[in-house]
Nanobody
Framework: QVQLVESGGGLVQAGGSLRLSCAVSGGTFRWISMGWFRQSPGKEREFVAGIHWTSGTTTYADSVKGRFTISRDNAKNTVYLQMNSLKPEDTAVYYC???????????WGQGTQVTVSS
């Protein structure tokens, strides 16, 4: 079974940068895509960024385009989210996710807190 572990969350001032990491271990099925989601208290979980593992094709939410970059390291089985020009509205718990099918994300990490102060 695939297991995802996030790291790199913390407190940062508005305009600052932070890099999140997600290490992947185990699993008998090859994942197709990996992505990042985020959730604030009282709000639904929203998609942030995704990357197709083989092709490297990326997708971003409009709210983070030009500021966030998702990337992967195949040798380390790790996906990253580089976050620049952070805003207070980026404050949320960030979750790493993966899917072993072409349709729906079916594996999730435990989440890491990102807090951006104004």
């Amino acid at each position: 079974q695939v297991q995802l572990v996030e790291s790199g969350g913390g407190l940062v001032q508005a305009g600052g940068s932070l890099r999140l990491s997600c290490a992947v271990s185990g699993g008998t099925f090859r994942w197709i895509s990996m992505g990042w989601f985020r959730q604030s208290p009282g709000k639904e979980r929203e998609f942030v960024a995704g990357i197709h593992w083989t092709s490297g094709t990326t997708t971003y939410a409009d709210s983070v385009k030009g500021r966030f970059t998702i990337s992967r390291d195949n040798a380390k089985n790790t996906v990253y989210l580089q976050m620049n020009s952070l805003k207070p509205e980026d404050t949320a718990v960030y979750y790493c996710a993966a899917k072993t099918n072409p349709f729906k994300y079916n594996y999730w990490g435990q989440g890491t807190q990102v807090t951006v102060s104004s």
